[in-house]
């Protein structure tokens, strides 16, 4: 059993053989019998010693909190949300009940699933103000920069804003889970000229989505799968994301300023923002026959194909193995199976040439493409399932709070003098 110290790092001493030389630490997530973490090592960490302990870049590897929320094990690819399975819950769970289960620790009853919907349905009508907010918006403005002035925004409504009780904070993340959907949906609606279109109660939360985006009820096997696609996304441990959530919050900051941190560093090109990025990628190949020497060419130049590898999966990540199958039923619905023969090109090539597997965000574009969600809202529809996670990882985070403070290897000069200006070079 490998232990982690009061520091956060691996103890050295069980650690024995897994040193590598130049004093890095090989380090991977699996489970143990006892069903415990345990920390082991891989060859990708690059660990420096320094005068305060280890540099580690991007902190690869780096234990930051103990979470009971989700759980990854990168080598097998496996995940699981409070103990359950990823794919058992893709199989049988829905969006709403996976939310309850990420906050909650354990599956809702029915009763107390039926309360949440009534809470998520009655949280989904919007400030009147916020229309406004989003009127004044340029149309061109991008949507993840939308939605996170608008959480912002938000927060001056919410009547437990201030409040840091588990109940004021639990109420803020189902109004939160139901606001991001429709601020995302009026959005889309109100950017193309036209009017937001109002809540249904009579749909789940998947189903409302694409009914407040294009004003229909929608089929119900594209209801199903953005249903399963919301709780693929709803959480993934310490991601860059809930990291920076949990930042926020751990200076005991409000949840809404923390869900604002995180909504811009999912925005990011090597976080959330790479599912937008695989879309105008498939786009720019255009032919299938042209996807291979694509890949080749920008491994070439040393260029990063969008939704492939991932800081923590060496394997393929448990997402996509559903996000793959989804994408070829829809196509396969459509009559149009291109975005996904090519993506399967694409994926071969990667295997081929780099050996890098693709990650949650290279089948989710064609996926959401094929239920007419446009690319510029992939970002944002990822957001709105990982505001369960992000909420879920707060919640844990104001129970058993400690400021999150590292410090740094200072590198720079140390014997520096003040020069007047007079005498400084032009
Ligand atoms: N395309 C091509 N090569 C890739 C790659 C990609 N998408 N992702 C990683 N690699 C290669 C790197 O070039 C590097 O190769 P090298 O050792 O020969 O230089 C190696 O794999 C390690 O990559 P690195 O960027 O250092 O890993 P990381 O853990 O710091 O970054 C990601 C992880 C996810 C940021 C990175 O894989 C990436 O940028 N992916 C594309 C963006 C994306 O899909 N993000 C969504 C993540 S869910």
Not at 13 to 34: D, M, S
Request: hydrophobic share 40%.
């Amino acid at each position: 059993m490998y232990k982690i110290n009061t520091g956060g790092f691996i103890d050295k001493q069980k650690t024995e053989g897994n040193v590598v030389p130049g004093g890095g630490i090989r380090t991977k997530n699996t489970l143990t019998p006892r069903g415990l973490i345990s920390i082991l090592c891989t060859a990708q960490n690059r660990i420096h010693r320094g005068r305060h302990g280890m540099v580690n870049p991007g902190l690869e590897g780096v234990v930051a909190a103990q979470t009971a929320v989700c759980f990854i094990d990168g080598l097998q690819g496996r995940m699981l949300y409070r103990g359950h399975d990823i794919h058992d819950l893709a199989a049988h769970s829905n969006f709403e009940e996976t939310a309850y289960l990420l906050w909650h620790g354990d599956l809702p009853g029915p009763g107390k699933l039926a309360e949440l919907n009534a809470r998520l349905c009655a949280g989904r009508t919007l400030p009147e103000d916020i229309q406004d907010l989003l009127r004044a918006f340029p149309r061109r403005a991008a949507p993840m920069d939308v939605l996170r002035s608008a959480v912002s925004f938000l927060a001056a409504y919410d009547p437990d804003t201030a409040s840091h009780t588990r109940e004021a904070n639990l109420r803020k993340a189902v109004r939160l889970t139901a606001q991001f959907a429709t601020v995302t949906a009026a959005w889309h609606r109100i950017s193309n000229g036209a009017d937001p279109i109002a809540p249904n109660p009579d749909l789940g939360h998947a189903a409302n989505f694409l009914y407040m985006l294009n004003g229909s009820i929608p089929d119900p096997e594209h209801a199903k799968a953005f249903d399963i696609a919301l709780i693929l996304h709803a959480d993934h441990e310490l991601n860059a994301s809930t990291f920076a959530a949990r930042v926020t919050a751990a200076t005991l900051s409000d949840m809404h300023s923390a869900v604002t941190s995180a909504v811009g560093t999912l925005k990011g090109p090597l976080h959330g923002g790479a599912n937008k990025d695989v879309m105008d990628m498939l786009n720019e190949i255009g032919e299938i026959s042209l996807a291979a020497d694509y890949v080749s060419e920008k491994l070439a130049a040393r260029e990063k194909i969008p939704g492939f590898g991932h800081r923590v999966y060496k394997t393929e990540d448990p997402r996509a193995t559903h996000l793959r199958r989804l994408s070829e039923e829809l196509g396969r619905k459509a009559g149009d199976l291109k975005w996904y023969e090519m993506s399967r090109v694409i994926e071969q090539a990667m295997m081929d040439q780099k050996g890098i597997a693709c990650n949650v965000d290279f089948y989710s574009g064609s996926v959401y493409a094929s239920m007419g969600i446009p690319a510029g809202l992939f970002t944002p529809v990822f957001a709105c399932s990982r505001i369960t996670g992000w909420t879920a990882h707060l919640l844990e985070q104001y129970t058993d709070n400690r400021i999150i403070r590292p410090v740094g290897e200072y590198t720079g000069p140390t014997e520096a003098r003040y020069v007047p200006m007079d005498v400084r070079p032009a």
